[in-house]
């Protein structure tokens, strides 16, 4: 089964993380196939090695973190490699794999400027 992660920074107030929740949702309803997991680098629940166990125990053999942060600052060069290394030397049989984050795609980009120009219009 292929697993997919939605891995956030996380934050005090609960709220924040309300998007996530959506987006979560959303992946589940447009691609049943896969199983996806939030994960949160600090402050909130579940841990990315957490999220990944939980695949793992669904019976995920193929797990790609998608870290949903806007740009590649200190905790994606810097931390997060620590945090994927060692799920992958924990689960050694699984195939785990990041993206870049999400705001370096051009598509991601694409859909901020085209809701802003969507505010302009209303």
């Given at each position: 089964m292929q697993a997919i992660v939605l891995f956030g920074h996380g934050a005090r107030d609960i709220r924040w993380r309300e998007p996530f929740d959506r987006l979560a949702a959303l992946w589940r309803t447009q691609h049943s196939e896969s199983a996806v997991e939030l994960a949160f680098l600090e402050m909130m629940e579940p841990s990315l090695e957490q999220a990944i166990a939980s695949l793992v125990a669904a019976g995920a053999t193929k797990v790609v973190v998608v870290p949903v942060f806007f740009g590649q600052g200190a905790h994606l060069r810097n931390?997060?490699?620590?945090?994927?290394?060692?799920?992958?030397?924990?689960?050694?049989?699984?195939?785990?794999?990041?993206?870049?984050?999400?705001?370096?795609d051009l598509a991601v980009l694409q859909a901020i400027v085209d809701f802003g120009a969507r505010a302009l219009i209303s």
């Open positions: 931390d997060f490699p620590v945090l994927l290394s060692a799920c992958q030397e924990k689960y050694p049989t699984i195939a785990l794999s990041a993206t870049p984050a999400v705001g370096e």
